[in-house]
Structures are given as C-alpha cells and as structure tokens.
C-alpha cells in the first residue's frame, strides 16, 4: 500500500512559477513509476508528465513541453513537478499518482494503482 500525500498548490498569477511536490509512503517508493495529472470542471482529466523507476521522462502533453518538468528523490519518497510560465488554463486540481506496474502506458489513469487527494493550483490572469 503507499499514501500519497500532495502539497504546493496555492493561488499565483499568469507568467509565475509554482513547485509541487508528492511525498510517498513505504519503503518501495523507487520502484514505483509516478506521474502528474490535472482535472478541472472545464476538462476532463488530463495526464500532465509522468516518470518511470529509472528516472526516464514523459512529458507528452503539448501544455507541459517547455514549461513542466518532473523529478524525483527517492531518498525523500517525493516527487515533483516544477511549472514555469503558468497561465489561467493551468488552473486544476494537480494530482499525483503511482504505479507498482512495469511498463507503461505512463499517460494512462488506469496504469496507476495509487493517488493522492490532490492540491489545488489557481492561476489568475
């Protein structure tokens, strides 16, 4: 079983940046694959980047390429998402969630076995 517990969501403004980070439970935290994703009422939920055991990146998502990164430590079971340049469509509910699965696919809500209750992000313009 692993909890995870999101923090960092907070109101900014369009063009700030904004660190979020996901801190895990257990003692397996390095062998899980992690991943962002974001929900708001006006879109249904959308995978933000996800990264693999390895420490190898997946930022599929047009929104994220040159503005979200993600990493993580294992020596602190956290894992991360930086955000840079954030607009008013960024706004959502930030999720983080895991998976125990090899492979993928990274993008996929149903590859994760585990989430968080999430952090609100609201960016205002």
């Known amino acids: 079983q692993v909890r995870l517990v999101e923090s960092g969501g907070r109101l900014v403004q369009a063009g700030d940046s904004l660190k979020l980070s996901c801190t895990a439970s257990?003692?397996?935290?390095?062998?899980?694959?992690m991943a962002w994703f974001r929900h708001s009422p006006e879109r249904a939920r959308e995978f933000v980047p996800a990264?693999?055991?390895?420490?190898?990146?997946?930022n599929n998502a047009d929104f994220v390429k040159g503005r979200f990164s993600i990493s993580r430590d294992s020596g602190e079971n956290t894992v991360y998402l930086e955000m840079n340049a954030l607009k008013p469509e960024d706004t959502a509910v930030y999720f983080c969630?895991?998976?125990?699965?090899?492979?993928?696919?990274?993008?996929?809500?149903?590859?994760?076995?585990?989430w968080g209750q999430g952090t609100q992000v609201t960016v205002s313009s």
């Open positions: 257990g003692r397996t935290f390095a062998t899980y694959a």
């Open positions: 990264i693999s055991r390895r420490n190898e990146a997946t």
């Open positions: 969630a895991a998976s125990g699965l090899a492979g993928g696919p990274f993008g996929r809500a149903n590859y994760y076995q585990y």
